[in-house]
C-alpha cells in the first residue's frame, strides 16, 4: 500500500512541472505534440513489455471484449486530456490549467461513489459544493465558462475509473491504450511532416530530441500512476491531485508571468477551502488505509 501511495505521489509531482517541458516545444503544434507524446510513448512500451515479457497478459485483455473496450475509452479520454493540457499550456492557460486539476480532486469523489459505490460523507459533500461555488464564482465575474478547466477535470477523472476498472499491470494498461491512439497519431506526425510544421522542417536537433523523448517523459509518470491506480481506493487516490496543479499555478505567476487576479483569487479560494476540508476528512477517515503494510 504504501508503494502505491509513494508511486501516486511521484506521479502528480512529475505532472506538475511537465509544463516546462511543454514549453520547451512551443515552436511545433499543440497535435503535433500530441502525436510525438502518443507514438513515441507507445514504441517506448513495446521495447519495455518485450524486455520484461509481458505479451501473454496483453493477449489476455485483448480476447477480452469488456476489458479491450476500457483500453479505447482509456485512450480517448488520455488523448483528449493530453491535447488540452498541452495547447493550454502553449497558450499561456496554465493557471486555467491548473484549476482544472484542482478541480479533478472533487470529481473524483463523485465518480468513486458513481462507479465503484463508494461512500463519502458531509465533509467531503461539501468539499464538492464549495468546490462548484468557486467554479462558477469565476464563470459570473469573468462572463466565460471555465472550459479548459472542466475538459481536463472531466477526462482525467474518466481515465481513472477507466484504468481502475481495466484492472491490468502498469505497463499493460499503458501500451494497450497508446496502441489504440498510436496510428492515429503516426498519421498525424506524417501529415504534420508533410505540411512543412514539424520538427524535420525547423532543423533544431535539441527540438527533435525533445520530441522523440515526450514518450518517456509521458509513460514514466503514467505508470507511476497506474501503479497507484491499482491499489489504493479511488478517493484517496484523487486526494493526491493537489500536487499537480499546486505546482502548475507556481509556474504560471512566477515563472511564465500569467496574471492572477482578485477573482481568480477568490474562486481559487473556494475550491483551496474545499480541498482542506477534503484532506482533514481523508486523514480522520483514511488513516487506516494509508497505514496498511504491502502484503
Keep these: ?30 497535435l503535433y505534440i500530441l502525436a510525438s507524446r ?3 510513448s507507445f514504441i517506448f512500451c513495446v521495447i519495455f513489455v518485450t524486455i520484461i515479457k509481458k505479451w501473454p497478459e496483453i493477449k489476455t485483455i485483448l480476447i477480452d471484449k469488456k476489458r479491450f473496450i476500457y483500453c479505447i475509452l482509456s485512450g480517448i479520454m488520455v488523448s483528449l486530456n493530453w491535447y488540452t493540457y498541452i495547447w493550454a499550456v502553449n497558450a499561456n492557460f496554465i493557471i486555467d490549467a491548473s484549476l482544472g486539476y ?6 473524483v469523489v463523485l465518480f468513486s461513489a458513481l462507479f465503484f459505490g463508494e461512500r463519502f460523507n458531509k465533509w467531503e459533500s461539501l468539499s464538492v459544493l464549495l468546490a462548484l461555488v468557486g467554479v462558477l464564482f469565476i ?6 465558462f471555465p472550459v479548459v478547466a472542466i ?3 472531466l477526462t482525467f477523472a474518466l481515465y481513472g475509473v477507466f484504468k481502475k476498472k481495466l484492472d491490468a499491470s502498469p505497463i499493460v494498461s499503458l501500451i494497450l491504450e497508446t496502441a489504440v491512439v498510436a496510428p492515429f497519431a503516426f498519421v498525424a506526425i506524417l501529415y504534420i511532416e508533410s505540411q512543412g510544421q514539424g520538427v524535420i522542417a525547423l532543423g ?4 527533435t530530441a525533445l520530441a522523440v523523448l515526450a514518450g ?3 509513460a514514466i509518470p503514467l505508470l507511476l500512476y497506474a501503479k497507484g491506480v491499482q491499489e489504493i481506493s479511488f478517493s484517496l487516490l484523487g486526494f493526491f491531485q493537489y500536487i499537480t496543479p ?8 512566477f515563472l511564465y508571468g500569467e496574471v492572477f487576479s482578485t477573482v481568480d483569487l477568490i474562486g481559487f479560494g473556494f475550491i483551496w477551502v474545499a480541498l482542506i476540508i477534503f484532506t482533514i476528512s481523508k486523514i480522520r477517515n483514511g488513516t487506516k488505509e494509508i497505514a496498511e503494510p504491502d502484503l
Design 38 to 40: 502518443i507514438f513515441w
Design 204 to 207: 533544431s536537433p535539441m527540438v
Design 102 to 107: 484542482y478541480i479533478n480532486p472533487l470529481v
Design 139 to 144: 464563470t459570473l465575474k469573468i462572463g466565460k
Design 151 to 153: 475538459v481536463l477535470a
Design 1 to 30: 500500500m504504501q508503494k502505491s501511495i509513494i508511486s501516486a505521489m511521484m506521479a502528480y509531482v512529475l505532472w506538475g512541472i511537465l509544463p516546462i517541458y511543454w514549453k520547451a516545444l512551443k515552436e511545433v503544434s499543440p
Design 216 to 218: 518517456v517523459v509521458t
Design 246 to 253: 499546486t505546482i502548475m499555478l507556481f509556474l504560471g505567476v
